[in-house]
């Protein structure tokens, strides 16, 4: 990697104050810091520099995506050869189904990418400030809950929309209280429903006479329990969006970001907390079949269990106190169940829950924080402490 570091330290003059292109300083600086950890230090104190940066962290995110991602590739193709001949087990044809899924999710990820970063070098470039990272992981996102047959210039539109109003008007990655993959979902839900609802868009191109329904879908019509069964759901062999169908698949991924000490263990565990206590309070006082179903099929249907590990922990967005991480886990969780079941017109209640939660998370925030002062306080006054 020598020769990189050399090509770029000649490249660089051309880019800063006096050069050429010191206009297009942001792009150069993305690229540069991408592949190197930035030289910067700084001028007073005593600080750790450490190598893991915020580029370096959000590629680990990306690797922690990678067997969710794979799969639903896979699972894009099989499920599309299924729907033509029913009779097909998962493995066979696994090289048909993988290629076809290929087709199918590499043009959604490369206009996400495409679209996101060029809004991202464009802001940059305006603003003279360093490219924000933390689209190298709202890229991927963004194309991993979205259906397999989700139009393009959809991906395109709702890309952009994410971006700039759910960031850059904001002022940013760090600044923006609402996910952005999330918003980009939420904008297509809203303003195309028919592309992010219905049986026939989860299975791309299927045949005709082929049903397609989700297990969310049975369930809003009123099923005693999904067709699929329950560990077919839990292994991924499922229609659904890109990434959220297998469950094995994301657990894996959430495991790396624990190991790893990205992600908040405490956030992931509460959110499953909060569903399975609204699952059983449906159990208890539930009337309908949506109801009664055991609460921890929730965890494997729709996009529970993606959301829990790669949604709601987003540290941008989510609560940052310790007991804050607690009540906002839970609250997603109940949420999302409360969502699904009471109100049938909004199936994937994760979504909803999520977003909804972000809003409110500097909220509680601000109680968790306001509550410790005064109980600290109030120890102050009992230990005799006196007003200065």
Avoid: C
């Avoid at 005593?46 to 690797?63: E, P, Q």
């Avoid at 924000?132 to 139009?151: A, K, Q």
């Avoid at 989700?214 to 969006?241: K, Y």
């Amino acid at each position: 990697m020598k020769w990189v570091r050399n090509l770029l330290d000649n490249m660089k003059p051309n880019f800063q104050k006096g050069g050429k292109f010191p206009w297009l300083h942001s792009t150069f600086d993305a690229f540069e810091t991408f592949a190197f950890v930035p030289k910067t230090t700084t001028t007073s104190g005593a600080h750790f520099r450490d190598a893991l940066d915020m580029k370096r962290t959000m590629t680990m995110v990306i690797l922690a995506l990678m067997p969710a991602l794979l799969f639903g590739t896979y699972n894009i193709g099989f499920q599309h050869f299924h729907s033509i001949n029913p009779e097909l087990s998962f493995f066979e044809g696994f090289w048909d189904n993988l290629w076809y899924g290929v087709i199918k999710i590499l043009p959604i990820i490369v206009v996400s990418y495409v679209v996101g970063l060029s809004i991202e070098f464009g802001f940059a470039q305006w603003r003279k400030h360093d490219v924000n990272e933390g689209f190298l992981v709202t890229g991927m996102l963004i194309p991993m809950v979205m259906p397999p047959d989700v139009p393009l210039w959809q991906v395109a539109l709702a890309t952009a929309f994410a971006v700039v109003i759910g960031k850059e008007v904001f002022g940013g990655t760090g600044m923006n209280f609402l996910n952005p993959a999330l918003l980009a979902r939420a904008f297509l839900f809203f303003a195309f429903p028919s592309s992010m609802s219905g049986d026939n868009v989860w299975i791309a191109e299927k045949a005709d006479a082929f049903s397609g329904a989700t297990p969310l879908a049975e369930m809003m019509v009123g099923a005693n329990l999904p067709s699929t069964s329950f560990w077919d759901m839990f292994l991924g062999i499922m229609p659904g969006s890109i990434g959220e169908t297998s469950s094995i698949a994301i657990l894996l991924g959430a495991a790396f970001l624990l190991i790893t000490g990205i992600g908040s263990w405490r956030i992931t565990l509460s959110v499953f907390i909060g569903g399975a206590l609204m699952g059983l309070t449906f159990n208890l006082f539930g009337s309908n079949p949506y109801t009664q179903i055991p609460f921890y099929y929730h965890y494997v249907m729709g996009g529970f269990m993606f959301g829990a590990v790669f949604m709601a922990t987003d540290p941008v967005t989510a609560a940052q106190t310790n007991r804050g991480k607690w009540i906002y886990g839970i609250l997603i969780g109940a949420m999302a169940v409360l969502i699904r079941v009471v109100n049938p017109a909004y199936p994937e209640g994760m979504m909803l829950a999520i977003l909804l939660l972000n809003v409110f998370a500097p909220l509680i925030d601000y109680y968790v924080v306001d509550a410790n002062i005064r109980k600290r306080v109030k120890r102050w006054k009992i230990k005799g402490g006196q007003n200065v």
